[in-house]
T-cell receptor, first 114, second 113 residues
């Protein structure tokens, strides 16, 4: 079974632009979460989607948004990019939503904002 | 404040030697506990998890972890490290009434020949 895939793997953008990242979960998984990884802040939870609905949201500004489609694929959008948005963005999927569900991570999308 | 602490930022170990990575948590209730590993340029791979029951948990790649409620710890161990174990290791927790993973800062492991 294929793992979590994320596209693109690398992105370079300039301040003020917007970006869309894509995540395809493991087949059959219905929950998708997004995390941001930076050297300074570490791994931080962005949001989680289940059955096309955002169920949880981390402490990030409204410039960060996402959505989930009926096939469970998810996209994350960041508008008005800032230098501090440079990070590795990780997507994770799980079968169901819940504390006991194991989250499986993709390889990430590395975003560089210039 | 609720937190996950990995006291060691960087550990260097010789190939074939044992490895122990520390993780402490500060939560009102016992959370679900996880260890993930991240190789350079890669995503996170689950090594093992603890929800309840036997406090010694076996994982992949020869890793094990022991949950100690009295010490609020979930330390990861491997009896004999291989050069391929060089990576960054993250301890993570999830509260039973929550979903998101909260991660420690990570421990980078360097393996010397």
């Amino acid at each position: 079974k294929a793992g979590v895939t994320q596209t693109p793997r690398y992105l370079i953008k300039t301040r003020g632009q917007q970006v869309t990242l894509s995540c395809s979960p493991i087949s059959g998984h219905r929950s998708v979460s997004w995390y941001q990884q930076t050297p300074g802040q570490g791994l931080q939870f962005l949001f989680e989607y289940f059955s096309e609905t955002q169920r949880n949201k981390g402490n990030f500004p409204g410039r960060f948004s996402g959505r989930q489609f009926s096939n469970s694929r998810s996209e994350m959008n960041v508008s008005t990019l800032e230098l501090g948005d440079s990070a590795l963005y990780l997507c994770a999927s799980s079968w169901l939503q819940g504390a006991g569900e194991t989250q499986y991570f993709g390889p990430g999308t590395r975003l560089l904002v210039l | 404040a609720q937190s996950v602490t990995q006291p060691d930022i960087h550990i260097t170990v010789s190939e074939g030697a044992s490895l122990e990575l520390r993780c402490n948590y500060s939560y009102g209730a016992t959370p679900y506990l996880f260890w993930y590993v991240q190789s350079p340029g890669q995503g996170l791979q689950l090594l093992l998890k603890y929800f309840s029951g036997d406090t010694l948990v076996q994982g992949i790649k020869g890793f094990e972890a022991e949950f100690k409620r009295s010490q609020s710890s979930f330390n990861l161990r491997k009896p004999s490290v291989h050069w391929s174990d060089a990576a960054e290791y993250f301890c993570a927790v999830v509260l039973s009434n929550d979903y998101k993973l909260s991660f420690g800062a990570g421990t980078t492991v360097t393996v010397r020949a």
